[in-house]
């Protein structure tokens, strides 16, 4: 029904937006999808009398007059072989705000109507081009911060998260058909007393989806960035580390105390990994409003922190009560920077467990990197492995949890030798939770969620 009312809608209209970035450039890329994609282009620019798939054309947009508005190139892609599924023509302008306004205008002028975000990506989705994960990666692809990010990303629009469910999906599929056979067929006298076996396919369903759900927080921590939280006594070097770390100068930094009056956040790309850097406050009694302002954001930031760089400066003997994460319940991974080696140590700090560091010759640097490196391997397994990176997003592991839970109840009813109709049900659950990881089962609010999020040239 729902692709049925989308089918349509997308066969009367021609969306165009603009995939590039607005601003001042070379380029301005404008794409343009829909059955009526060559009329529309035809009633605005000087076109050959036959035009080839695939190929460069330079030619003009003009106005109702014939006036040139701007000179192109255009590419046609043919159905169904685009990115839609459906004709796509790519305009490519001059770069200049007004220039590309005037083309765009132009098209709708012709009959073309504006995309909505994502709009391209979700007409390639209903047009089997793509599920739904894959789709979701070209969001994942556009938006990644750091080297496995990407690779994460590449993968599942390859296709891999989608594999897998369709494998457990085939598989699941063998086992419902069963029972429901079994119910439905009770003159063929088709054996159930095979339970171990069925509940041994399920059993190994199971574990695919465990699995998955296992990647949950890889993927997270890899869309997201590891949020680091860097603290420490006023005048430890919090504000330089940030700067030492990002290779330039983003923080203010300064003799006097609570010159950090305020949380700043940088990212940084660290062994393929990125890192969300927060520079905050000194923490300290605070001496006026504004610096206890500045003291609170750094509590609240430290309680959604995934690791702590704790910055002291190792040339002074330790301060009393000075720990940042006394007031914390849930204890990140923490670091301990010893700063200012360049300098003599206290002998206090003597057996401290942590990197000798020195913002000013970067000593410690690599080591600090390798340590933050470590201390994420056991989260991100793809760190040490070569082999492919299968990451979940919040929608995916909401859908493998409702799964395993009727796989789970479906299991306990054949082994209690209950009525064979209610491990059905279960099972039916479980396939529908299951079909909406790829979009095939989804409905139209889950979609709109999905492709919300996208940006107006995809």
């Not at 301060?319 to 700063?339: A, F, G, M, Y």
């Not at 020195?358 to 390798?370: A, F, M, P, R, V």
């Not at 490196?373 to 040490?384: E, G, K, T």
Request: hydrophobic share 45%; glycine share 6%; proline share 4%.
């Amino acid at each position: 029904m729902i692709e049925t009312m989308y089918d349509d809608v997308m066969n009367e209209s021609t969306i165009v937006a603009l995939a590039t970035p607005v601003g001042m450039g070379a380029l301005s890329v404008i794409r343009m999808s829909g059955a009526k994609s060559l009329q529309v282009l035809s009633a605005c620019a000087r076109l050959p009398s036959s035009l080839v798939p695939r190929r460069v054309y330079l030619t003009d947009i003009v106005s109702d007059d014939g006036s040139p508005v701007d000179q192109v190139l255009i590419v046609w892609f043919q159905s169904p072989a685009s990115y839609t599924g459906e004709d796509v023509v790519e305009i490519s302008c001059h770069g200049g705000l007004l220039v590309t306004r005037r083309v765009f205008e132009r098209l709708l002028e012709c009959g073309a109507v504006p995309a909505e975000p994502g709009e391209l990506t979700r007409r390639a989705f209903m047009n089997g081009k793509m599920d739904l994960t894959q789709a979701e990666a070209v969001m994942d692809i556009i938006a990644a911060g750091s080297d496995l990010a990407l690779k994460a990303a590449r993968e599942q629009l390859d296709g891999a998260i989608g594999y897998l469910a369709d494998s457990m999906t085939d598989r699941l599929l063998r086992v419902t058909a069963h029972v429901e056979a079994y119910i439905d067929f009770p003159e063929e006298d088709i054996d159930l007393d095979s339970i171990a076996s069925l509940r041994n396919s399920l059993c190994e369903i199971r574990n695919d989806i465990e699995r998955l759900l296992a990647t949950a927080d890889q993927g997270k921590l890899l869309r997201e960035g590891i949020r680091t939280v860097i603290v420490g006594a006023p005048n430890a070097g919090k504000s330089s580390l940030l700067n030492t770390l990002l290779g330039y100068d983003r923080a203010i930094v300064s003799e006097i105390p609570g010159t950090t009056r305020d949380t700043v956040e940088e990212w940084v790309q660290i062994g393929g990994l990125a890192l969300r850097l927060v520079d905050t406050a000194g923490v300290r009694k605070a001496s006026d409003r504004i610096e206890l302002a500045g003291i609170e954001r750094t509590e609240r930031a430290l309680a959604l922190a995934d690791l702590v760089l704790h910055v002291v400066d190792a040339s002074q003997p330790p301060l009393p009560d000075q720990d940042p994460l006394k007031n914390q319940n849930l204890l990140p991974p923490r670091i301990l920077v010893l700063n200012k080696a360049d300098l003599a140590q206290n002998p206090a700090w003597n057996t401290a467990q942590g990197i000798r560091f020195s913002c000013t010759t970067c000593q410690g640097l690599e080591e600090l990197k390798q340590e933050i490196v470590r201390i994420f391997s056991q989260r991100i397994p793809a760190l040490d492995a070569a082999a492919g990176i299968a990451s979940i997003n919040a929608r995916h592991q909401n859908a493998l949890k409702r799964a395993m839970a009727a796989i789970r109840q479906a299991e306990s009813s054949l082994e209690c030798g209950e009525s064979p109709e209610l491990a059905a049900v279960d099972l039916r659950e479980a396939l529908e939770a299951l079909s909406e990881l790829t979009g095939r089962g989804d409905t139209e609010d889950i979609l709109d969620v999905v492709f919300s999020s996208f940006c107006l040239g995809k």
